[in-house]
C-alpha cells in the first residue's frame, strides 16, 4: 500500500486542522493505519491509529479530547482531524500503515508539516 499525507498548514493556537492521508492498494481495508508525528529534536511518536474496521481507534495521552482520527475504506482515506491546536503540535505528520495481523508499521506516506503559532 502507498500512502500520501496532505492537509498540513500554518495555524494559530486554538485552531482547527485536518490532514488526509489517501491509499492506493486493492486491500486497504486489511490495513490498520496510524498517524505519527516529528518535532525538532525529537523522537518520532505516536498519536493515532486506527484498526482496519474503523471502529477501534487509539490515541496518545497529549492528543486525546482534541484529535479524532477517522478513515473511509470506500475512498481509501484516513483522516486526522485536530483541534484546539497547541504550539507543541507543531511538527511533521506522517500516515503509516500495517497489515491486520502485524505490528509493524511497514508503510509510509511523506511527512505534511504542521505549524502552530501562539
Known amino acids: 500500500v502507498q500512502l500520501q499525507a496532505s492537509g498540513g498548514g500554518l495555524v494559530q493556537a486554538g485552531d482547527s486542522l485536518r490532514l488526509s492521508c489517501a491509499a492506493s492498494?486493492?486491500?486497504?481495508?486489511?490495513?490498520?493505519v496510524g498517524w505519527f508525528r516529528h518535532a525538532p529534536g525529537k523522537e518520532r511518536e505516536f498519536v493515532a491509529a486506527?484498526?482496519?474496521?474503523?471502529?477501534?481507534?487509539d490515541y496518545a495521552e497529549s492528543v486525546k479530547g482534541r484529535f479524532t482520527i477517522s478513515r473511509d475504506n470506500a475512498k481509501k482515506m484516513v483522516y486526522l482531524q485536530m483541534n484546539s491546536l497547541k504550539p507543541e503540535d507543531t511538527a511533521v505528520y506522517y500516515c503509516?500503515?500495517?497489515?491486520?495481523?502485524?505490528?509493524?508499521?511497514?508503510?509510509w506516506g511523506q511527512g505534511t508539516l504542521v505549524t502552530v503559532s501562539s
Open positions: 486506527i484498526r482496519r474496521s474503523g471502529v477501534s481507534t
Open positions: 503509516a500503515a500495517r497489515i491486520w495481523y502485524s505490528s509493524q508499521w511497514d508503510y
Open positions: 492498494g486493492r486491500t486497504f481495508s486489511n490495513y490498520a
